[in-house]
Nanobody, 118 residues
């Protein structure tokens, strides 16, 4: 069993910054990919960024260089540094983790609200 706990969400003005953190606990030994997704009201959950245990990263096009994902394998924590935030970034941000052993499994955090005002 793996549990993911997000922190760092909040209310910021356009152009501001936030740093989201996600701490994984439990049976975390086989976690391969970790990342962040977001979901705005009435919309599908969408990828923001992912990072593998070998530090390979992938970003959605809308990130446009404004955010950086990082991972500390020692404490099983993933971070998302978000800069130059826009009102369109307003959403609930969810931490995600994927294990490929012994089978493919996905885990999700409870979500962190990010609200960007004009």
């Amino acid at each position: 069993q793996v549990q993911l706990v997000e922190s760092g969400g909040g209310l910021v003005q356009a152009g501001g910054s936030l740093r989201l953190s996600c701490a994984a606990s439990g049976s975390t030994f086989s976690l391969l990919h970790m990342g962040w997704y977001r979901q705005a009201p009435g919309k599908q959950r969408e990828l923001v960024a992912t990072i593998s245990n070998r530090a390979m990263t992938d970003y959605a096009e809308f990130v446009d260089g404004r955010s950086t994902i990082s991972r500390n394998n020692a404490n099983n924590t993933v971070y998302l540094q978000m800069n130059s935030l826009k009102p369109d970034d307003t959403a609930v941000y969810y931490c995600n983790a994927v294990s490929e052993w012994p089978t493919r499994r996905e885990f999700w955090g409870q979500g962190a609200q990010v609200t960007v005002s004009s």
